[in-house]
């Protein structure tokens, strides 16, 4: 099947179902993304920089563009005068970085913290009690640059089933959890973003409303360098 009709398929079951769908182009040339962006998608994911740098000066400037990889603080700097979310915020450190260039830009930036979910020793994110440390402290409560949309979190990479499942329910009880204590009154704390190509239809079961998907709309990658900001 081409982008176009991936892209056409995957968001007849979406949105239906109210599920947002972030394509993840990392790794992928600019005319294929270009194929899905004419296709109608606008909201695609990068895991680097560099890479996200090289493709928005190329690209059309009404991309949402989404860092879903993990975020250097040295690289902030970069990225805070256009980015549209953040979905891989995994430290007070990292918040307080985003908010100082946010302030510089005169913007208000939208971004998910990373919750730690999986059995594995190669994912970043915060565990539940250092989520709760963020969130109760006085440095969290100044910073009026950045918006807390939500969590995010990518379970193990495992043929089990359950595990992932028990992943993601344990990870959507948490975002009711934090939701309800911390941010009750704040309806802009709506997003779950858990689910990639192998596993989303498991976390939308489990309560996912937004999903990032590559190799279901791009097929496999194909690797490409891009030089050191």
């Not at 690209?59 to 879903?68: A, N, T, Y």
């Amino acid at each position: 099947m081409s982008i176009t009709s991936n892209i056409t398929e995957i968001q007849n079951e979406l949105h239906p179902i109210g599920v947002s769908l972030i394509a993840i182009s990392k790794t992928k040339p600019v005319e294929e993304i270009m194929e899905a962006y004419a296709a109608g998608q606008r909201a695609f994911g990068e895991n680097q920089v560099q890479e996200l740098l090289a493709k928005h000066e190329e690209m059309p400037k009404d991309i949402e563009w989404h860092l879903v990889g993990h975020l250097q603080t040295n690289k902030v700097k970069y990225i805070a005068p256009f980015i549209h979310m953040i979905h891989s915020v995994d430290s007070l450190k990292v918040l307080m970085e985003i908010n100082k260039h946010a302030l510089k830009a005169n913007r208000v930036i939208d971004c998910l913290l990373q919750v730690f979910i999986a059995d594995e020793d190669t994912k970043f994110g915060l565990d539940h009690a250092e989520l709760i440390e963020l969130l109760r402290s006085e440095e969290f409560e100044g910073l009026k640059n950045v918006r807390i949309r939500g969590l995010m979190g990518i379970a193990s990479n495992t043929e089990n089933e359950r595990i992932v499942k028990e992943e993601f329910y344990e990870l959507k009880m948490l975002f009711d959890g934090i939701k309800a204590t911390y941010f009750r009154k704040e309806s802009s704390f709506d997003t779950l973003s858990m689910g990639m190509s192998s596993d989303y239809k498991l976390a939308i079961e489990q309560g996912s409303n937004m999903v990032r998907l590559g190799s279901t709309i791009f097929g496999k990658r194909i690797i490409k360098h891009y030089k050191n900001t």
